[in-house]
């Protein structure tokens, strides 16, 4: 039995509660995960689980079997971190969760760069508009739009992501242009699909005076190239990232309405588990973000959101 492998399953299965879980976290099959636990409850003589068919309980054993071996783990990873720094060569697999069209026009053109100066590590990259557990789906960063609220992650502001209000030239001839923020609500607005059922888009101006309006339109999409489309085709007012929109601008396909505000808060979050000690992987990708992409505050006339930070 490899006693290092047994633990480290037997961990993850107790972190995510279920053997298929932890064998996807992992990268090995269910058996195998399976196996590992068994093995290391034959050499200690006893039960660290509960078996049911729908679930996996930890018993009084197995409490005290995953504090122990937490704390294990954790200084051998601590360990080779400190291995790894001294080496200066971060290893292995980074899972990374991303909003699509950052990672689409942005991150994924200058990947490679990142890659050549770390020949030792590979990347997984899944890219969604869901903000995801990062404990439970095993990434080790994540960047999202959405302001983390879990007290179990830490996240810091990469940079703001101007939003704005634009439709297409036909549109506005046919319906007319808002002339305030009310008017929108007389519109048929693209909305973004995992809003609420009654959405409310939150807009600020130059002054910094806020205003709230309530929306509705006959189409809702979780992708902000459907919206766009849409939008270009003449069919409503979408509030979208101005990054994303920059070629329908200059092209004149799309011109903005009410130039005067941007969305609220519209901020892009790098998002990592709450650990002791960073991993030299994730310190690394972190670095290289601001390096391509951060804000530099002090030159911009935006504040940033503070960190959230976990409390510990």
């Not at 902000?224 to 601008?249: H, K, Y």
């Not at 309405?257 to 650990?275: A, M």
Request: aromatic share 8%.
């Amino acid at each position: 039995m490899n006693l290092f492998q047994a633990a480290r399953s037997f961990v993850c299965v107790a972190e995510t509660g279920s053997l298929a879980k932890a064998a996807e976290r992992l990268a090995t099959s269910s058996a195998t995960i399976s196996r590992h636990v068994s093995d290391l409850e034959e050499a200690l003589g006893c039960r660290l689980f509960q078996r049911t068919t729908r679930k996996l309980r930890l018993t009084e054993s197995g409490m005290l079997c995953l504090e122990r071996l937490t704390r294990s783990l954790d200084e051998i990873d601590e360990l080779t971190q400190l291995i790894q720094a001294e080496n200066n060569q971060p290893r292995g697999t980074l899972r990374i969760s991303s909003t699509t069209q950052f990672w689409v026009r942005k991150i994924a053109p200058v990947l490679s760069s990142f890659l050549r100066q770390h020949p030792f590590l590979n990347v997984q990259v899944n890219v969604t508009e869901r903000c995801v557990d990062l404990i439970e789906e095993g990434y080790d960063i994540a960047l999202q739009i959405e302001r983390p609220t879990s007290n179990s992650v830490v996240a810091k502001p990469l940079r703001y992501l101007e939003r704005i209000l634009c439709a297409s030239p036909e549109y506005l001839r046919r319906e007319g242009e808002p002339r305030t923020h009310a008017d929108l609500a007389d519109h048929n607005c693209l909305v973004y699909a995992h809003a609420a059922e009654q959405v409310e888009w939150k807009l600020k101006d130059g002054n910094g005076s806020q205003y709230s309006v309530e929306v509705c339109g006959d189409v809702r999409a979780n992708d902000t190239n459907t919206l766009r489309m849409v939008a270009i085709a003449g069919g409503g007012i979408m509030l979208g990232p101005l990054f994303t929109l920059e070629e329908e601008l200059a092209s004149g396909r799309l011109v903005r309405v009410l130039p005067e505000l941007h969305s609220v808060d519209p901020y892009l979050w790098i998002v990592y588990p709450s650990r002791r000690h960073l991993s030299l992987k994730v310190r690394r990708f972190i670095d290289f973000l601001d390096r391509e992409f951060g804000q530099d505050y002090a030159a911009d006339p935006i504040s940033p959101p503070a960190p959230f930070v976990r409390k510990t």
